[in-house]
C-alpha cells in the first residue's frame, strides 16, 4: 500500500526567516507530486506539480519554490516567509497519468508571526 | 475569478437525512470531476470521481454530472454525525496535472 508522509506537522516561524517542507510517498513508483495550500477553512490553491524527478512547473506565485530531488520526495521552500504565507501546506500524490484522483498527506500547519 | 463555484457554503442536516452539495464550472476545458471530503486537521479525501454525464452512486453517495451546464452535484443519504466535515468539488482539465477546488461546503450532521 501506498504511503505519503509529510514533515513538519507544524511550525512557527518568524517573518523574513527561511522554510522547508517536505512529503515522502512510499510503495508507489513515479508518482505525480502536488502541493496545495489552504488559508484555515478555505479552499485548496495549487502550488506545484510535478511529473518527473528534477521537473517542477508552478502553477501560482507566491514567492514560493519547490524541487524534487527524488523519485519519491517533494520539497517545498522559501529564502524569506511572509504572513500570508501562513496556512496549512498539502503534499498530494496521483498515479501517472492524467486525470487521476489525487491522495494527499495529512499536512503541515504553519504559522507566519 | 474561481473558476469552480460551489454551494452552499455551509449546510445543516438531521442524522438520517439528506445532504446535497452543487458545482458549477465556468471553464468549458474542464473534463474531469471529483468530490473529496476533509475532516479538521487533516488532509482532504477522495469521495469519487465522474468523468461522464449522468449519475454515479457508490453507498450512500451519489454523484451527478451534466457537462453541457458544467454542473455537478453529490448528495448523500442517511447522513451521519461522522459525514460531518468540509466537501470540496475538484476539476481538471484534458492535462490533468492542474486541478482546480471549489470554495468548499461546511457539513454539520446533528444527532
Same mark, same amino acid.
Given at each position: 500500500?501506498?504511503?505519503?508522509?509529510?514533515?513538519?506537522?507544524?511550525?512557527?516561524?518568524? #517573518? &523574513?526567516?527561511?522554510? !522547508?517542507?517536505?512529503?515522502t510517498?512510499?510503495?508507489? *513508483?513515479? %508518482?505525480?507530486?502536488?502541493?496545495?495550500?489552504?488559508?484555515?477553512?478555505?479552499t485548496?490553491?495549487?502550488?506545484?506539480?510535478?511529473?518527473? #524527478? &528534477?521537473?517542477?512547473? !508552478?502553477?501560482?506565485?507566491?514567492?514560493?519554490?519547490? *524541487?524534487? %530531488?527524488?523519485?519519491?520526495?517533494?520539497?517545498?521552500?522559501?529564502?524569506?516567509?511572509?504572513?500570508?504565507?501562513?496556512?496549512?501546506?498539502?503534499?498530494?500524490?496521483?498515479?501517472?497519468?492524467?486525470?487521476?484522483?489525487?491522495?494527499?498527506g495529512?499536512?503541515?500547519?504553519?504559522?507566519?508571526? | 475569478?474561481?473558476?469552480?463555484?460551489?454551494?452552499?457554503?455551509?449546510?445543516?442536516?438531521?442524522?438520517?437525512?439528506?445532504?446535497?452539495?452543487?458545482?458549477?464550472?465556468?471553464?468549458?476545458?474542464?473534463?474531469?470531476?471529483?468530490?473529496?471530503?476533509?475532516?479538521?486537521?487533516?488532509?482532504?479525501?477522495?469521495?469519487?470521481?465522474?468523468?461522464?454525464?449522468?449519475?454515479?452512486?457508490?453507498?450512500r453517495?451519489?454523484?451527478?454530472?451534466?457537462?453541457?451546464?458544467?454542473?455537478?452535484?453529490?448528495?448523500?443519504?442517511?447522513?451521519?454525525?461522522?459525514?460531518?466535515?468540509?466537501?470540496?468539488?475538484?476539476?481538471?482539465?484534458?492535462?490533468?496535472?492542474?486541478?482546480?477546488?471549489?470554495?468548499?461546503?461546511?457539513?454539520?450532521?446533528?444527532?
Open positions: 500500500a501506498q504511503t505519503i508522509h509529510q514533515w513538519p506537522v507544524a511550525e512557527i516561524k518568524a #517573518v &523574513g526567516s527561511p522554510l !522547508s517542507l517536505g512529503c510517498i512510499k510503495g508507489k *513508483s513515479s %508518482p505525480n507530486l502536488y502541493w496545495y495550500w489552504q488559508a484555515t477553512g478555505g485548496l490553491q495549487q502550488l506545484f506539480y510535478s511529473i518527473t #524527478v &528534477g521537473q517542477v512547473e !508552478s502553477v501560482v506565485q507566491l514567492n514560493l519554490s519547490a *524541487s524534487r %530531488p527524488k523519485d519519491d520526495q517533494f520539497i517545498l521552500s522559501t529564502e524569506k516567509l511572509l504572513l500570508s504565507h501562513s496556512g496549512f501546506y498539502l503534499c498530494a500524490w496521483s498515479s501517472q497519468s492524467s486525470a487521476e484522483t489525487l491522495y494527499f495529512s499536512g503541515t500547519r504553519l504559522t507566519v508571526l | 475569478q474561481q473558476k469552480v463555484q460551489q454551494s452552499p457554503e455551509s449546510l445543516s442536516v438531521p442524522e438520517g437525512g439528506m445532504a446535497s452539495f452543487n458545482c458549477t464550472s465556468s471553464d468549458r476545458n474542464f473534463q474531469y470531476f471529483w468530490w473529496y471530503r476533509q475532516h479538521s486537521g487533516e488532509g482532504p479525501k477522495a469521495l469519487m470521481s465522474i468523468f461522464s454525464d449522468g449519475d454515479k452512486k457508490e453507498g453517495f451519489t454523484a451527478h454530472l451534466n457537462k453541457a451546464s458544467l454542473h455537478v452535484s453529490l448528495h448523500i443519504r442517511d447522513s451521519q454525525p461522522s459525514d460531518s466535515a468540509l466537501y470540496f468539488c475538484a476539476a481538471s482539465g484534458a492535462g490533468g496535472y492542474k486541478v482546480v477546488f471549489g470554495s468548499g461546503t461546511r457539513l454539520l450532521v446533528s444527532p
